[in-house]
C-alpha cells in the first residue's frame, strides 16, 4: 500500500514528468535484466549482448551476438527478441529441468560438510574470543591492582593474606585514645 506522502496532483504531474522523460529517451532510465551477462550464443558460443530500441509506443529489448557484432566469429546469428529467449527459460525450468540424482546427492554432502565446518570454526572462534576477553579483562585489573600496592603497606597486606592481626604489632596510631568528639 502506498502512503499518501504527497498530494494527489503532485503526484499526477511528478508521473507525467517521468512519462515525458521515459519517451524523450534522455538515457537515465536503467534497463537491467535478469538474462543479462548470462547468455551465450548457441551458434558460435561468444557473449550475446542486450540491446533496447524505442518503437512508436514501446521499448523493444533484443539479444544479439557479439561475436557477429565484433566479426571476432563467422556467426551469422541474427537478433533474437528478448520475450522469445525468456519464453525458452520459462520452458527449461518448467519442463525439461531435473536436477540430477547424483548432483543433488553431492550438493548435499558439500552443504553439510561446510555447515560442520562452520561450527567448527565458530566453536573455536568463540572459545578464542574468551581468552581475549579474560586477557584484556586482567589487563584492565592492573592498574587497580598497581594502585592498592602503592597505597596499603606491605605489612598489611601481608597481615590480610595471612588472615589474623592478633601476632602483629599494631599499626601506629592505633593505640592513642580516640580524639574527642566535637559534637559535645
Ligand atoms: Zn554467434
Redesign the pocket.
Known amino acids: 500500500m502506498l502512503l499518501a506522502v504527497i498530494d494527489l496532483e503532485t503526484f499526477r504531474i511528478v508521473q507525467r514528468m517521468l512519462k515525458a522523460n521515459r519517451t524523450a529517451g534522455d538515457g537515465t532510465q536503467q534497463h537491467q535484466h535478469y538474462l543479462k551477462g548470462s547468455l551465450f550464443?548457441?551458434?558460435?558460443?561468444?557473449k550475446m549482448a542486450l540491446t533496447h530500441s524505442k518503437g512508436c509506443t514501446k521499448i523493444y529489448s533484443c539479444v544479439y551476438?557479439l561475436?557477429?557484432n565484433k566479426n571476432r566469429?563467422e556467426?551469422a546469428?541474427g537478433a533474437i527478441g528478448i520475450y522469445k529467449v525468456e519464453e525458452a527459460f520459462e520452458h527449461l525450468y518448467r519442463d525439461d529441468f531435473r536436477f540430477n540424482d547424483a548432483w543433488l546427492a553431492d550438493t548435499h554432502e558439500a552443504i553439510r560438510n561446510h555447515s560442520e565446518l562452520t561450527q567448527t570454526l565458530n566453536v573455536k572462534e568463540v572459545a578464542r574470543q574468551e581468552r581475549r576477553f579474560q586477557s584484556l579483562d586482567n589487563e584492565r585489573r592492573k592498574p587497580l591492582q598497581a594502585y592498592y600496592a602503592d597505597a596499603v603497606p606491605a605489612d598489611l597486606m601481608r597481615e590480610d593474606k595471612n588472615g589474623s592481626p592478633a601476632n602483629k604489632p599494631p599499626p601506629r596510631g592505633r593505640s592513642n585514645p580516640a580524639p574527642p568528639s566535637t559534637n559535645r
Request: aromatic residues 0%; glycine residues 24%.
Open positions: 550464443c548457441g551458434h558460435c558460443g561468444a551476438c561475436g557477429r566469429t556467426c546469428r
